[in-house]
């Protein structure tokens, strides 16, 4: 494991029981429930078997539309990376664009930078970097890297890891080292989790589960502190393997589901997360065959969540 400035300490069990939280569960995937505006885009990167970075945009039109993609070979080796965060990509004035974010490689886990040209492929003039932060990273199902960064806020990096008992364990970037603010068991029945929602006080998930509920979990960012889970769908989410978020309108989210067993997509508007209550509208099946190893958010710098 990579260097930590407190060792991890274990959090209260997740209020809500996953586990137990559907006592059935249809197969059918989730249908359209409510009416909500989702003039919005998501911005999805992959890395493919060959080790390039692609991009595209996925556009919440009527029906769904799917932008070119952009490919950047020579990013990564063939099959090297195990799994990748949310990657930020910062526009450059002359053109182009940084793109950084963390990946585990090998078992460890790693700081990867590069820069793009206008037509996006790697600009040799700028640091192409996979920069090794420490071992131990073998036994997780996912990483994530939260960046907070608002004007009259305090900035805060986070990084979230689920490890393959189900227990989530956090660290927050302090300096050139990372400190454990606490982990959290009781998600051992959890496919997935996408970030939604952040505050300066609190980070917020929504997460599929093997029974197929779709639930929010809102972890408060103080040392050690509990979790809140509130159901959001009791059942019909269990077929997806990854959830991928982004913002849509002020105050809610563009998810997109991913079964990789028929390599499809599914788009939902979903409202601002508030239980059982939570408007959810499908908005179809996304035009692309997700066949990818990884898939992944492309956020911008300034990246403002606020659909927890």
Not at 59 to 79: H, L, Q, S, Y
Request: aromatic share 8%.
């Amino acid at each position: 494991m990579f260097r930590k400035t407190a060792s991890l300490a274990s959090a209260a069990v997740l209020a809500l029981g996953l586990g137990a939280a559907a006592a059935s569960s249809a197969q059918a995937k989730p249908t359209a429930e409510s009416s909500t505006t989702a003039a919005c885009a998501l911005r999805l990167g992959s890395v493919t078997a060959n080790g390039a970075f692609t991009s595209r945009m996925i556009n919440a039109t009527a029906p769904i539309t799917v932008g070119g993609v952009r490919g950047t070979a020579g990013v990564f080796g063939a099959n090297q990376v195990q799994h990748i965060s949310t990657v930020t990509g910062t526009p450059l004035r002359a053109g182009g664009e940084t793109r950084s974010g963390l990946t585990v490689i090998g078992g460890a886990l790693y700081s990867s930078t590069f820069t793009v040209d206008t037509e996006s492929q790697i600009d040799p003039h700028y640091p192409h970097n996979n920069l090794r932060i420490g071992g131990g990273w073998a036994g997780y199902r996912w990483i994530d890297q939260s960046i907070h960064q608002k004007v009259g806020s305090p900035t805060r990096t986070t990084l979230y890891a689920q490890r393959t008992n189900g227990q989530l364990d956090r660290w927050v970037a302090e300096g050139s080292g990372w400190r454990s603010t606490g982990g959290v068991g009781g998600l051992s029945t959890v496919k997935s989790m996408a970030l939604i929602g952040r505050t300066d006080t609190t980070e917020t998930f929504i997460a599929n589960t093997r029974a197929g509920t779709l639930l929010t979990v809102t972890w408060p960012t103080k040392n050690n502190a509990a979790t809140v889970g509130k159901t959001v769908r009791t059942a019909t989410w269990q077929g997806f393997e990854q959830l991928i978020a982004t913002k849509c309108g002020t105050s809610g989210t563009l998810l997109l589901a991913i079964d990789r067993d028929t390599k499809s997509g599914y788009l939902y508007a979903v409202g601002h997360a508030n239980g059982t209550s939570t408007v959810i509208k499908s908005l179809g099946k996304v035009p692309l065959t997700f066949s990818d190893p990884q898939y992944f958010r492309i956020a911008p710098n300034f990246d403002t969540l606020n659909g927890g």
